[in-house]
């Protein structure tokens, strides 16, 4: 399989280098040199592993072409007193941001939080929020792609965060696999965020599922209906959450106290 141009490509939007892929792929540097070029063929498997790596689906791979995520845009949130449930989301990048640095900051050390297992966190603080109180919390868009949820305009979101001095993003392993991880520096505006019950439910979110593996987060979210009804590279649907198996869903809907 000979993918010359789009592996240099998706290696330098991602910032990695190739002594890195190699030792991913278990090669040599100027073998993988070599196959960046055009001048080696790539096999299936380690087309798999660096599928795994940046997030794509083989199909992707093979033409050529990766579904790009489109940016979020800013807008002002507008807060009614009589709200009324909506299945749009309103995204507020302002609160992505303090979200995402309060989870950083709460766990951002652990070896198993990379970026992997932020997609799947904010992804189930969003639509666990949504199920339970019926109204966003980030009210981010996140896109059905192969290995999960993933949410749009991420990578827009921290390349701004990093200009401004927010975070710091840096590479390391996790059993061995490449991994990127994300450093705050700087504290969470907890007032941006929202209520007591916002930060509540981040805080119970973070202790139920942080401790979990990429790959568990990962198959969590494919059981989920939003997920599941979703096609590849489509906007999931938030309204899906109240149409949840036992599985996933976080909401007691027979007058007991939800978890």
């Not at 807008?75 to 995204?91: A, K, L, T």
Request: charged share 30%; proline share 4%.
């Amino acid at each position: 399989m000979n993918k010359n141009g789009i592996l240099l490509d998706i290696r330098e939007k991602k910032g990695v280098s190739q002594e890195f892929l190699a030792d991913l792929l278990d090669i040599s540097r100027p073998t993988y040199a070599s196959i960046e070029s055009g001048k080696k063929e790539l096999t299936i498997s380690q087309a798999q592993k660096l599928c795994d790596f940046y997030q794509i689906s083989f199909q992707e791979l093979i033409k050529g072409k990766i579904v790009p995520l489109a940016s979020i845009e800013k807008i002002d949130s507008v807060v009614e007193e009589d709200f009324v449930r909506i299945d749009v989301p309103q995204e507020n990048v302002a609160i992505f941001r303090e979200v995402l640095i309060y989870i950083l900051n709460k766990i951002g050390g652990k070896p198993n939080v990379g970026q992997t297992v932020l997609y799947k966190l904010l992804y189930f603080i969003d639509f666990d929020f949504y199920e339970l109180y019926e109204r966003q919390l980030i009210g981010a868009k996140y896109m059905h792609n192969h290995y999960g949820p993933t949410p749009v305009g991420f990578d827009v979101i921290i390349e701004e965060m990093k200009s401004d001095g927010e975070l710091e993003q840096v590479q390391s392993e996790y059993f061995r696999y490449p991994q990127i991880k994300y450093l705050p520096l700087r504290e969470a505006n907890l007032s941006i965020i929202g209520d007591a019950l916002a930060i509540k439910h981040i805080d119970k979110e973070i202790e139920r599922l942080s401790d979990k593996s990429a790959n568990e987060l990962t198959d969590l979210s494919h059981k989920d209906v939003p997920w599941i009804s979703a096609s590849h590279g489509e906007v999931l649907d938030y309204e899906a959450v109240f149409y949840r198996t036992p599985e996933t869903s976080v909401r007691t809907y027979d007058g007991g106290d939800n978890i």
